[in-house]
């Protein structure tokens, strides 16, 4: 069985099934053609290729119907089979071997001549009902599949029995023709999607990709060509003269508006945190109802007339060249000299510890304390490995977003009006927090993203380093790219389907050896083959491990499984599943010894993602970071329920007092923290230029003490 780490999805899963039905459905079609009473037809690509398909079909659907039956209706087929393992292809393949045989039998009982021609039309519905279904919905269901195989199944027979006149193809001879009349609209489409967008969107945003430009745009080209080929290929085998000329013309209709989707139609679109994107509904049918009424327009306009059509033609023409020569523009001016692709912060020295002073800070990205309460009244139990820790439960974060909110809690450095969104190199560059920290002789562990962080604390962490070999998963790459480009070209009424991650971009790159914030399985993996150990190398550890945590999307079970698809996981399995990983870590850390005199904190860069409510000044609601402490030699009987109203700078004090440094720089610590406190704290969200400074006074759960004010109004961005 071909799997990564963590479970994802890989080439080997989804090719090897796909062979495995395209076995079966050979042997059909191979028999079929033996039944036919023209011997030609052994010998007709086309006719054999045609059958290939339907039987192809025939079998694809007997499994989804299984699929559907045992409850994985709304995934892919694929999707479904996500963990295949070698016993499953036995246990689906004895059978299915055995409906491969009957099935050509069970054909010719309609009749030889209304069998061919209902291949022929099935190979036409089905051709244009998969390509409409996918650019939909991305990717059709189980159930989607069922119910558009059964329609095409039906619709051919019909009309195999009402129109018996045979189809006109193209002879392999005649493909010059078909690739003449396909390239335009057909290259401008893929184009549009397989190469300009992506590498568009490559190289306007050079830091959320970790690989280099060369590979990346070298896998996008192939991939691309490779698509073009392969849809021209269908086309000459698979449909009719009538239906090539319909299918350019369509893809030509959607081109063209797909070009005028990405530049006029998509307004502001949402930014996506891994959150559902959602249109309002008169949006939505507004968008449809241009699409709609353009397309039948372009093919109305197009299907009699050649001049027309050659203008269809000659606009797609027009797209491919303007956006060669903007990507041309766009390579030249790109600034690849401050990207640095072969530094990171690996997983080297994580599951390793001292003798001495252990302090571990565990970051569950967006772990609400809302949520942790909400979790902590349904299954009380489940906190029981945390008896010895005390869970502040009105505690906030000074900032709203990770890639402010980590700087913040490595330096302590207080964000001031007027700074922007410069923060994050600001509070590298004013803290001594992580220096002083190595003056104490501890080896310093910081397990992040390396976005989060600056060149100013490389040299003071143990796990920096350079030279981290990164290449880019062919196949994954080009997919992902391919989705990214979708979501900017399709109606809003298919953009959801399409929705994409940071996670999604990083998992476009092999790089075992370094940390991952998007998948928490590898962690956990490494933590139960490897072991947690000790080390003489230094007197003591400072670890600061940031993990997925309670982040959308949810793709953690609770159980420790990752769902690719996450209809099967939530907030709180993936809570639960994260903070699993920390239990497991815990009893490592009992076993050696090490527990006691641990200091451990358990939070959140931030809680739960909110949205400034002008009218009201105020958020839509509260978020705060689930924050959990065990100080050196702390025993309880159960977890300890603290109300003082605190925030991430009494974290750091705490982090400072147990490390021994200067306590005073950094105010109060968490126990210091008075149960009645008037001050107010305040946490600040920094997003895409979009500054709301939220400032809370009193109890941070009632969302009456919360008040917002917008420093900045929000930069246009169509991200």
């Known amino acids: 069985m071909l799997l990564e780490i963590g479970g994802f999805i890989v080439v080997g899963n989804n090719s090897t099934l796909f062979l495995f039905i395209l076995i079966f459905a050979c042997i059909s079609a191979f028999l079929w053609t033996k039944l036919g009473k023209e011997k030609q037809d052994t010998r007709n690509a086309g006719v054999l290729l045609r059958a290939v398909l339907f039987f192809f079909c025939c079998d694809f659907f007997i499994l989804s119907v299984i699929k559907w039956y045992l409850g994985n209706g709304e995934d892919t087929l694929f999707e ?20 491969s045989i009957i099935e050509p039998f069970v054909l010719k009982l309609v009749g ?96 959320d990709f970790a690989g280099g430009f060369g590979g990346f745009f070298l896998i996008l080209i192939v991939c691309t060509l490779a698509l073009v080929v392969l849809f021209a290929a269908a086309q000459i085998f698979l449909l009719p003269k009538w239906a090539v000329k319909g299918s350019n013309l369509l893809i030509a209709a959607m081109t063209i508006m797909a070009y005028v989707q990405n530049l006029f139609l998509n307004g502001k679109l949402a930014v996506l945190n891994g959150s559902e994107q959602t249109w309002p509904f008169a949006a939505k049918a507004a968008n449809a109802a241009a ?96 008896s010895d820790f005390t869970f502040y439960r009105n505690a906030t974060s000074q900032f709203a977003d990770t890639r402010t ?3 913040y809690m490595l330096t302590g450095t207080e964000w001031q009006e007027g700074m922007g969104n410069e923060y994050g190199r600001y509070a590298y560059e004013n803290s001594t927090f992580l220096q002083d920290v190595k003056k104490k002789d501890f080896d310093i562990g910081i397990y992040t993203d390396i976005g989060n962080t600056s060149e100013q604390i490389y040299d003071l962490t143990s796990n920096y380093k350079t030279g981290v070999r990164r290449s880019y998963k062919f196949w994954d790459t080009f997919a ?8 900017q070209t399709a109606p809003f009424l298919a953009k959801s389907s399409y929705a994409y991650y940071t996670s999604d971009i990083a998992e476009m790159i092999d790089e ?48 420790l499984k990752y769902n690719k698809t996450g209809r099967d996981t939530n907030v709180y399995s993936q809570m639960k599943g994260s903070l699993r990983i920390v239990y497991a870590y815990l009893e490592q850390l009992k076993a050696l010894g090490l527990y006691e005199d641990a200091t451990i904190i358990i939070t959140a860069d931030h809680g739960q993602q909110t949205q400034f409510v002008e009218e009201a000044a105020k958020p839509d609601k509260t978020l705060m970071p689930t924050l959990m402490v065990k100080k050196a030699g702390e025993h309880h009987d159960a977890l300890v329920l603290n109300e003082a109203p605190v925030s991430h700078r009494e974290y750091l004090a705490t982090l400072s007092k147990t490390m021994g440094l200067e306590v005073q720089n950094y105010g109060n610590t968490l126990e210091e923290a008075p149960l009645i406190n008037d001050e107010e704290r305040v946490c600040v969200s920094l997003w895409y230029g979009h500054i709301i400074k939220f400032t809370i006074r009193g109890d941070a759960r009632d969302l009456e003490n919360w008040s917002a004010v917008e420093i900045q109004p929000r930069e246009e961005s169509d991200s």
Request: hydrophobic share 50%.
């Open 480 to 487: 992902t790219m391919w989705n990214c480009a979708m979501y």
């Open 112 to 207: 030889t001549t209304i069998a061919k021609h209902l291949i022929e039309v099935f190979s036409v519905l089905i051709f244009g009902g998969a390509f409409i279904g996918f650019w939909l919905m991305g990717g059709i269901s189980n159930i989607v599949y069922c119910i558009l195989y059964v329609a095409c199944i039906v619709l051919s027979f019909a009309m195999a029995i009402l129109y018996r006149q045979a189809f006109s193809y193209y002879s392999l001879k005649e493909s010059r023709i078909v690739l003449k009349m396909a390239l335009p609209a057909v290259g401008a489409w893929f184009f549009m999607h397989g190469v300009y967008l992506p590498n568009e969107l490559y190289l306007h945003n050079m830091g």
């Open 405 to 407: 909110s980590i700087p």
């Open 512 to 559: 075992l050896e370094v940390w991952s914030t998007e998948n928490d399985i590898p962690f956990y993996e490494r933590l139960n083959k490897e072991g947690l150990s000790i080390t003489n190398d230094y007197p003591n550890a400072f670890r600061f491990y940031h993990m997925r945590g309670a982040h959308e999307p949810y793709y953690l079970s609770e159980d």
């Open 291 to 386: 699409w709609i009424l353009a397309v039948i327009v372009l093919l109305a306009l197009g299907y009699h007339k050649k001049s027309t059509i050659k203008l269809w033609m000659g606009i797609c023409i027009y797209i491919v060249l303007i956006q060669a020569a903007t990507l041309g523009y766009l390579v030249v001016t790109a600034d690849f000299s401050e990207k640095s692709q072969s530094a990171a912060l690996t997983t080297q020295h994580s599951l390793e510890l001292s003798e001495g002073n252990n302090v571990l800070v565990f970051v569950l990205d967006r772990l609400e304390s809302k949520w942790t309460q909400e979790l902590m009244d349904m299954e009380q139990d489940f906190f029981e490995p945390l």
């Open 80 to 99: 479904s089979f996500w963990d295949i393992e070698p016993r499953t292809y036995l246990h689906y393949g004895i059978p299915l071997a055995v409906v």
